[in-house]
């Protein structure tokens, strides 16, 4: 029996049905949702009684350390933002390519990481060439062959949120460098899940939404940013992002000398406390043992889902394949259909790109991958 890394009595949903959707509004446990009421019982109605200005600075260095070490950076370049896209909108002008350069990414990937660029392609700042994902090829073989000395930046997820193919991220970085390039990573669907190396992979970006594997709630994000990227004001200063945000100078635009700069206001101090909490269960399992937990869970489910006529968009020994997000397809059955099925019989899952996405997480056990089965086989 492969049982749960996290106590399955902190997720009240479990008592209702089978979860394998992290990758999209992922469960969130007892001790992150015990902190953010506490917070917000104990502080954020009370205003300033309990929290002064000094005090809403330093709020956010509990967290910084505690992202820091998930994310392998250093605290300096930990940067604390609303929301990925928050920074991931401004990378265009904070990198300034060439213009006409071609910035290259994956076809399928997710929007929030391809739309800024597609916005900077409007106006001729950037040529944009998308790779695909197919289940025949490796993607980081593509996406190295599709660089050249005109490409400027390659954006790419870390794992891809429709498919769970994974990317080779040193790899990249090695053919990045080689060509000149910036490298973007979003690593929204694997931090919390699998490592995620900001120290060895020198990309100039990666970010990460505070919830899915994070088991954070909405309205928080972290970044780990390069150095080199300190060197300018951010496109879209905020108040927050000053050296010391309480002073209050509204005619200059001083910028705090490290990744504080990026945080631009006032955010989801609520989230805060959730997401801390959340990120210190994750660092005492530690991401091998959580990543050892899902490829347990998803051979199980791979061996059985073949004999139902259930095929992944990868094998499961494919170095490419993520362990966590299992895209799934049959020949006769809809993916549509076979969700909203499965969800009749209290076992909710994704889909995406017309599959079946079942998304592993530290909580899920053997009972759920069983239950899971039997759902299917009974589809016929």
């Given at each position: 029996m492969?049982?749960?890394?996290?106590?399955?009595?902190?997720?009240?949903?479990?008592?209702?049905?089978?979860?394998?959707?992290?990758?999209?509004?992922?469960?969130?446990?007892?001790?992150a949702?015990?902190?953010?009421?506490?917070?917000?019982?104990?502080?954020?109605?009370?205003?300033?009684?309990?929290?002064?200005?000094?005090?809403?600075?330093?709020?956010?260095?509990?967290?910084?350390?505690?992202?820091?070490?998930?994310?392998?950076?250093?605290?300096?370049?930990?940067?604390?933002?609303?929301?990925?896209?928050?920074?991931?909108?401004?990378?265009p002008?904070?990198?300034?390519?060439?213009?006409?350069?071609?910035?290259?990414?994956?076809?399928?990937?997710?929007?929030?990481?391809?739309?800024?660029?597609?916005?900077?392609a409007i106006?001729?700042?950037?040529?944009?060439?998308?790779?695909?994902?197919?289940?025949?090829?490796?993607?980081?073989?593509?996406?190295?062959?599709?660089?050249?000395?005109?490409?400027?930046?390659?954006?790419?997820?870390?794992?891809?949120?429709?498919?769970?193919?994974?990317?080779?991220?040193?790899?990249?970085?090695?053919?990045?460098?080689?060509?000149?390039?910036?490298?973007?990573?979003?690593?929204?669907?694997?931090?919390?899940?699998?490592?995620?190396?900001?120290?060895?992979?020198?990309?100039?970006?990666?970010?990460?939404s505070?919830?899915?594997?994070?088991?954070?709630?909405?309205?928080?994000?972290?970044?780990?940013?390069?150095?080199?990227?300190?060197?300018?004001?951010?496109?879209?200063?905020?108040?927050?992002?000053?050296?010391?945000?309480?002073?209050?100078?509204?005619?200059?635009?001083?910028?705090?000398?490290?990744?504080?700069?990026?945080?631009?206001?006032?955010?989801?101090?609520?989230?805060?406390?959730?997401?801390?909490?959340?990120?210190?269960?994750?660092?005492?399992?530690?991401?091998?043992?959580?990543?050892?937990?899902?490829?347990?869970?998803?051979?199980?489910?791979?061996?059985e889902?073949?004999?139902l006529?259930?095929?992944?968009?990868?094998?499961?020994?494919?170095?490419?394949?993520?362990?966590?997000?299992?895209?799934?397809?049959?020949?006769?059955?809809?993916?549509?259909?076979?969700?909203?099925?499965?969800?009749?019989?209290?076992?909710?899952?994704?889909?995406?790109?017309?599959?079946?996405?079942?998304?592993?997480?530290?909580?899920?056990?053997?009972?759920?991958?069983?239950?899971?089965?039997?759902?299917?086989?009974?589809?016929?």
């Amino acid at each position: 029996m492969i049982a749960s890394l996290l106590p399955r009595a902190d997720y009240p949903t479990l008592e209702q049905g089978v979860y394998l959707n992290q990758a999209a509004l992922g469960l969130i446990g007892r001790p992150a949702v015990e902190a953010m009421r506490s917070f917000l019982d104990d502080v954020a109605r009370h205003g300033n009684r309990f929290m002064s200005d000094v005090d809403e600075v330093a709020y956010f260095d509990s967290l910084r350390e505690q992202a820091a070490q998930l994310l392998r950076s250093a605290v300096e370049r930990t940067a604390i933002v609303g929301g990925a896209s928050e920074i991931l909108a401004q990378l265009p002008y904070l990198l300034e390519p060439e213009r006409g350069s071609v910035v290259l990414a994956v076809r399928t990937d997710f929007p929030a990481l391809t739309r800024p660029w597609l916005r900077l392609a409007i106006d001729g700042g950037c040529e944009l060439r998308f790779v695909d994902d197919t289940p025949t090829r490796d993607l980081t073989d593509g996406l190295i062959d599709a660089l050249d000395g005109r490409t400027s930046v390659l954006a790419v997820s870390q794992v891809q949120y429709a498919t769970g193919t994974t990317v080779d991220i040193p790899r990249l970085r090695r053919a990045t460098c080689d060509v000149g390039a910036s490298l973007i990573v979003d690593a929204s669907h694997a931090a919390g899940a699998v490592a995620v190396d900001t120290a060895a992979w020198h990309a100039e970006v990666i970010v990460s939404s505070g919830y899915k594997w994070l088991g954070g709630h909405g309205g928080i994000a972290l970044a780990a940013v390069a150095e080199s990227l300190f060197a300018g004001v951010p496109p879209l200063p905020g108040w927050m992002g000053a050296p010391e945000p309480f002073d209050f100078d509204a005619t200059s635009l001083l910028v705090a000398p490290d990744a504080r700069r990026f945080t631009q206001s006032t955010m989801s101090y609520i989230s805060m406390a959730g997401l801390t909490v959340a990120l210190r269960q994750l660092l005492a399992l530690g991401t091998p043992r959580i990543e050892a937990h899902a490829r347990k869970l998803a051979v199980l489910l791979v061996d059985e889902l073949t004999v139902l006529g259930w095929q992944p968009f990868r094998p499961i020994d494919d170095p490419a394949a993520a362990p966590h997000i299992i895209s799934i397809a049959h020949p006769t059955h809809s993916g549509e259909a076979a969700a909203a099925a499965l969800r009749d019989r209290n076992i909710v899952c994704g889909t995406r790109g017309g599959r079946v996405r079942i998304s592993l997480a530290a909580y899920n056990d053997e009972s759920d991958v069983r239950l899971l089965l039997e759902a299917l086989a009974s589809l016929g």
